[in-house]
């Protein structure tokens, strides 16, 4: 069905056509944008329609390139995971386009950042299609393009400039390990084919899996913010609200997730890669949320919230349980998109406030916004019978049952993720005014094209995953729907246990939300005390464990130092002079030669005559 | 007595169908209306007639008059190179040369029978149909280049372009000839037969070396490549573009035939001399090119840089070098007409704008137009993902693989020098400021479509190489079993 190729066509036709006549369309950039991602949307269903059955096709759109025995074609692998991703993507995208309208409104870029909004979605599309993993890799990289194309949308803001490169930059260091994966596969298999590596895989040696493994997931570990790459991502809160809950919550950021589950058949061939992504799942996880407790930024609570969830998604598919892991990248697209989007709307109704220390009372201000945002705060939570309730205990089944220590961290990180959510809301919506007069009194509902996307998305965490997530004998609905792909994991067993695990951990998350109330609802609070380092653990967390601070004193500084040495000395005295002077020499002859060329017939003719007598000699000759 | 071969005229239906054109376009210019804007109109739909219909052709292998004339694959993929290049040439013609106040039926007409001249070499299967193939695009070409009367150095152009186009065919004559006498044909066929029961033969090897002269010549290869830069300076820019891009792939597609058909017991011979002048003809015109500030000339010296490495394909040999070598003459027309032709459509209060001083701060001005000579620029650079990348790359991957390791070093330093002089004219547009007269962009549809049409063929050409390549290799298998 070479129709899906649809899907990507149009949000790149848009982006083209915003980026070209941009100039001329100006304010009218959203009728160009948002009808291309509809067309997209309704493709992707059309699609999942197809895969609805579980049959899974492939379908090549031409030969890319051919060099030796090195065969490469454009192939889209179309089956039940790439039909999930392909609704989470446009769906979630088209809501956010439409929000976009409100959010973007009196930007003079209106135009350039829905043509990158459109490229984006093209380039994920492609991402989730790609059949082979070059393919994966150039839409990998297309993504991170797009990504840093956005948060230094605001390029004239150095801090929103030096975020895009650190984005970039960090970004490089995992695709260095996805690259050299690449490599090895191509090696190991002659082939880059997905269907065909993962019908090899079942007799690779383990060793060989492991490398290719590890390497991998050293590629998702920077695309999707896990530790110790993790450092972009709330730096990456420079960009425009809606690019944070599209790219840097819903969709790019869980490109490494997609990446692993749709490469388990290389994990599963080795135990320890299977341990490392786990365990890097689980500190990232924990090590997130903890910084989450203190943050006062509203966008980087919700940012260390997200680092945090994709940990509990790599714990699962660390844990073979890679439904749940899949289950939870969905509902976790649904919330978050929701909750930054919430959190947009809060900072466009205060006029670009972001600091929670400044809100407060904003309920019954925004009340849409407002019960939004608390359907999303408690789908994220895990609320019984809300979104997360489903997709996170399920992880947190397969990891009692897998592993009984990543299970406890992974239960102190719910009850800090329902610490940290609720502090949010309590602090930006309940407690008492803390921001100026001037702005209480501006401070506004945002217009019905913001609220919408917030009530659609709201409406999305209520139902997905009483929907599709409610576990059976053979394991929830959307665990068989995803079997044909995924293996549907073996120790999810229900009974006492279960329902014991359920009771216990709405018991964390209710105990969470009871401290978050005590800390900031039972008594009032003051501005100057909320995030003031009074201990020195608040301190530590406050600055994110010093990572940042860790990497520039341990890699940048020396790297620069050394790059500067380099520079000075080894650069402009030998490179440098053996460069100028080759180019000098060139440009001698340039000048030289030019001379022969005097104008005239006769030398011409006479030059052309002694080419021939050249010619006939050496045939003599020989 | 020699009985007289059988007439089959479908063999050169597409060449037919072009010069009829050019026929009808002399006869419409004899009655009203006087404005010759339809002239040009009639001229491209003959060319995109000839076009599809050589596609439509495409592995209805014909032969006619005792295999003087070949309508193989080899011919018809070179038919549609020329059909573009004759196409674009044409597009850019329409509005230029009204502005130039040259507007005349004979342009069109000539422009035509130079194509089928083009059409013909890229058919021929015996070395007289060369020599009439050859004839018939020349004396064409020689009359266009000195059309602009007015310019005195048009009338240089087409002066030079003769004396040393009609030295040049005495060679190719005197060659022939040779061969003749040696062999008792000039057929291709019989040649290579007669050629390989005498190997050796000094006769045939002195009349290959005359040939290489002639083909020299037209290629524009080293030692025989000084007219070009003179020629395409003064010659009108759609002339040029035109003698640029089609001339030159007819002239490669007999020079293909004749070495790798007729010579081709001799290739231990003449690949030594090709690996000789490849690597002279590509240094030679990068080099030079860097000292040059008129674009014109610059692009001379570039397209002689680039016969240097098309050349490389041709000493690599068999069907990966010369697929290659026909997969870089189609990437390579469409990004030099396109470069020529956004030259053409920047233009001087007082003339044409082709010194690299009126480009600078063009991009602040004209965006759109900078953008496209500047990825034309990045593709003759060989920067990914455009279609002069993806030619070079199979280029020297035929060489490497047969084992032309230095020719291939060669090759890619020449690539790193040619940079400099293509990356020069983008730093003028994006970042200098304007300095002097003012250049303004002359409103063209006709133009606009030209660049569009090449700027798609570079970027289809380097995103999706893998079909074009594979018909390359189709189209030149045949010739090599």
Same mark, same amino acid.
């Given at each position: 069905m070479s129709t899906v190729w649809l899907i990507p066509a149009f949000p790149l036709a848009g982006a083209l056509v915003n980026m070209v006549f941009g100039r001329v369309i100006g304010r009218s950039a959203h009728w160009i944008a948002v009808p291309a991602l509809v067309a997209s949307f309704l493709?992707?269903?059309?699609?999942?329609?197809?895969? &609805?059955?579980?049959?899974?096709?492939? #379908?090549?759109?031409?030969?890319?390139?051919?060099?030796?025995?090195?065969?490469?074609?454009?192939?889209?692998?179309?089956?039940?995971?790439?039909?999930?991703?392909?609704?989470?993507?446009?769906?979630?995208?088209? !809501?956010?386009?439409?929000?976009?309208?409100?959010?973007?409104?009196?930007d003079p870029g209106y135009a350039r950042f829905f043509a990158y909004l459109n490229l984006f979605v093209f380039s994920m599309t492609?991402?989730? !299609?790609?059949?082979?993993?070059?393919?994966?890799?150039?839409?990998?990289?297309?993504?991170?393009?797009?990504?840093? !194309?956005?948060?230094?949308?605001?390029? #004239?803001?150095? $801090?929103?400039?030096?975020?895009? /490169? /650190?984005?970039?930059?960090?970004?490089?260091?995992?695709?260095?390990?996805?690259?050299?994966?690449?490599?090895?596969?191509?090696?190991? +298999?002659?082939?880059?084919?997905?269907?065909?590596?993962? /019908?090899?895989?079942?007799?690779?040696?383990?060793?060989?899996? #492991?490398?290719?493994?590890?390497?991998? +997931?050293?590629?998702?570990?920077? /695309? $999707?913010?896990?530790?110790?790459?993790?450092? &972009? !991502?709330?730096?990456?809160?420079?960009?425009? #609200?809606?690019? $944070?809950?599209?790219?840097?919550?819903?969709?790019?950021?869980?490109?490494?997730?997609?990446?692993?589950?749709?490469?388990?058949?290389? +994990?599963?061939? $080795?135990?320890?890669a299977l341990d490392v992504v786990l365990w890097v799942g689980v500190i990232t996880a924990v090590f997130a949320a903890t910084i989450g407790l203190v943050q006062t930024d509203i966008k980087r609570v919700l940012a260390y919230s997200t680092v945090s969830q994709l940990g509990y998604m790599f714990a699962a598919l660390g844990l073979g349980a890679y439904t749940a892991g899949i289950f939870h990248l969905v509902t976790h697209a649904f919330f978050k998109a929701l909750l930054f989007l919430g959190a947009g709307s809060v900072i466009h109704g205060l006029h670009g406030e972001q600091d929670l220390r400044k809100m407060g009372a904003l309920a019954p201000r925004m009340r849409v916004t407002a019960m939004t945002m608390t359907i999303g705060a408690l789908g994220l939570v895990g609320f019984p019978g809300l979104a997360g309730f489903f997709s996170k205990d399920e992880i947190l089944a397969a990891a009692f049952f897998g592993s009984r220590a990543a299970w406890a961290l992974l239960l102190a990180g719910a009850f800090m993720t329902a610490f940290y959510t609720f502090r949010l809301i309590f602090l930006a919506f309940f407690t008492g005014p803390r921001m100026s007069k001037d702005v209480a009194h501006h401070a506004h509902e945002s217009p019905r094209v913001m609220t919408w996307p917030l009530i659609a998305l709201a409406a999305l965490t209520v139902v997905a995953g009483a929907a599709v997530g409610i576990p059976s004998e053979h394991g929830t609905p959307f665990a068989r729907f995803l079997s044909p792909v995924l293996p549907v994991h073996e120790g999810e067993h229900g009974g006492a246990a279960g329902v014991m695990l359920l009771v216990l951990s709405v018991i964390v998350v209710a105990a969470g939300i009871l401290l978050a109330w005590f800390m900031y609802m039972a008594a009032p609070v003051k501005a100057e005390t909320i995030g003031q380092p009074r201990t020195v653990l608040v301190r530590l967390l406050l600055n994110a464990w010093y990572v940042d601070w860790l990497y520039d004193r341990a890699i940048v500084r020396p790297l620069y130092a050394l790059s500067v040495f380099l520079a000075r000395v080894f650069d402009l005295g030998v490179i440098d002079g053996l460069v100028n002077g080759l180019g000098r020499a060139v440009v001698w002859w340039s000048a030289g030669l030019r001379r022969l060329q005097t104008g005239y017939v006769v030398n011409y003719a006479l030059t052309m005559l002694a080419g021939a007598v050249i010619f006939v000699a050496y045939f003599l000759a020989r | 007595m020699i009985p007289a071969p059988p007439v089959a005229l479908g063999a050169l239906l597409p060449a037919l169908i072009v010069f009829g054109t050019g026929v009808l376009v002399l006869l419409l210019d004899l009655v009203p209306p006087r404005t010759k804007?339809?002239?040009? %109109?009639?001229?491209?739909? %003959?060319?995109?007639?000839?076009?599809?219909?050589?596609?439509?052709?495409?592995?209805?292998? @014909?032969?006619?008059?005792?295999?003087m004339v070949l309508l193989d694959n080899y011919a018809l993929f070179f038919h549609v190179v020329i059909c573009y290049a004759a196409a674009l040439a044409v597009l850019l013609s329409i509005d230029y040369l009204r502005r130039n106040g040259v507007e005349s039926g004979e342009y069109y007409a000539l422009l035509l029978f130079s194509t089928a001249g083009m059409m013909l070499l890229a058919s021929a299967g015996d070395l007289l149909i060369v020599f009439l193939g050859i004839e018939l695009m020349s004396l064409s070409l020689y009359v266009l280049a000195g059309l602009f009367k007015m310019r005195l150095a048009s009338g240089e152009a087409s002066m030079k372009y003769f004396l040393l186009g009609a030295f040049a065919t005495g060679f190719l004559l005197y060659g022939i000839a040779l061969i003749y006498g040696a062999t008792g044909s000039t057929n291709f066929d019989r040649i290579a037969a007669a050629a390989a029961a005498r190997p050796r033969d000094t006769l045939v090897t002195i009349g290959l070396g005359l040939l290489l002269v002639g083909f020299g010549f037209k290629i524009s290869s080293v030692p025989f490549h000084m007219w070009a830069p003179?020629?395409?300076? %003064?010659?009108?820019?759609?002339?040029?573009?035109? *003698?640029?891009?089609?001339?030159?792939?007819?002239?490669?597609?007999?020079? *293909?035939? =004749?070495? @790798?058909?007729?010579?081709?017991?001799?290739?231990?011979?003449?690949? =030594?001399?090709?690996?000789?002048?490849?690597?002279?003809t590509m240094t030679a015109g990068n080099v030079i090119a860097i000292a040059q500030s008129n674009l014109k000339r610059m692009l001379a010296y570039s397209s002689i840089a680039h016969v240097g490495y098309m050349l490389v394909g041709l000493v690599a040999g068999g069907v990966p070098g010369a697929g290659a070598v026909l997969f870089y003459l189609l990437a390579?027309?469409? @990004? @030099?007409? %396109?470069?020529?032709?956004?030259?053409?459509?920047?233009?001087?209060?007082?003339?044409?704008?082709?010194?690299?001083?009126d480009y600078a701060g063009l991009a602040r001005r004209h965006p759109v137009l900078a953008a496209t000579l500047g990825l034309f620029l990045l593709s003759l650079v060989g920067i990914p993902p455009l279609a002069g990348f993806v030619g070079k790359f199979y280029l020297f991957g035929s060489a490497v693989r047969a084992g032309y390791l230095w020719l291939t070093v060669i090759g890619v330093l020449n690539s790193a020098i040619a940079a400099y002089y293509y990356l020069r004219v983008i730093v003028y547009m994006y970042m200098r400021e304007p300095e002097g007269v003012e250049v303004r962009l002359v409103p063209s549809f006709a133009g606009g479509v030209a660049l569009a049409i090449a700027l798609v063929g570079i970027v289809l050409l380097g995103v999706m190489p893998a079909p074009f390549a594979d018909l390359a290799q189709v189209a030149v298998a045949p010739l090599l079993r």
């Open positions: 493709g992707s269903c059309v699609v999942f329609a197809r895969v &609805w059955s579980g049959q899974a096709f492939t #379908t090549t759109l031409f030969t890319w390139i051919v060099a030796a025995d090195f065969e490469t074609t454009v192939v889209a692998l179309v089956d039940p995971l790439t039909g999930v991703m392909l609704l989470v993507v446009t769906g979630v995208g088209m !809501l956010i386009h439409v929000y976009s309208i409100g959010y973007m409104h009196d492609m991402l989730v !299609l790609a059949g082979n993993f070059l393919l994966l890799y150039v839409f990998w990289e297309a993504v991170g393009l797009c990504s840093y !194309l956005l948060i230094g949308f605001w390029y #004239t803001r150095d $801090s929103a400039a030096q975020a895009g /490169k /650190k984005a970039f930059i960090v970004n490089r260091v995992g695709d260095f390990g996805f690259g050299l994966a690449i490599m090895w596969i191509w090696i190991a +298999f002659g082939t880059l084919d997905y269907v065909a590596v993962f /019908k090899g895989a079942e007799t690779l040696a383990p060793a060989t899996a #492991t490398g290719i493994a590890l390497l991998l +997931f050293m590629g998702a570990c920077g /695309k $999707s913010a896990q530790v110790p790459l993790h450092v &972009w !991502l709330p730096d990456a809160m420079e960009g425009p #609200t809606p690019v $944070s809950a599209l790219i840097h919550a819903a969709t790019m950021v869980t490109a490494g997730v997609y990446m692993v589950a749709r490469s388990h058949a290389l +994990f599963e061939r $080795s135990t320890v | 804007d339809h002239l040009g %109109g009639v001229a491209l739909a %003959g060319i995109v007639i000839a076009l599809l219909g050589s596609i439509s052709l495409w592995n209805h292998e @014909t032969r006619a008059f005792r295999d003179d020629v395409y300076e %003064g010659a009108p820019t759609s002339v040029t573009a035109l *003698i640029a891009t089609g001339s030159k792939a007819a002239a490669f597609a007999a020079l *293909i035939r =004749v070495l @790798t058909v007729a010579l081709r017991a001799a290739q231990p011979d003449w690949s =030594v001399l090709l690996w000789a002048v490849a690597a002279v390579y027309t469409f @990004t @030099t007409a %396109g470069a020529f032709g956004a030259i053409l459509l920047v233009e001087r209060s007082d003339g044409e704008a082709v010194e690299v001083g």
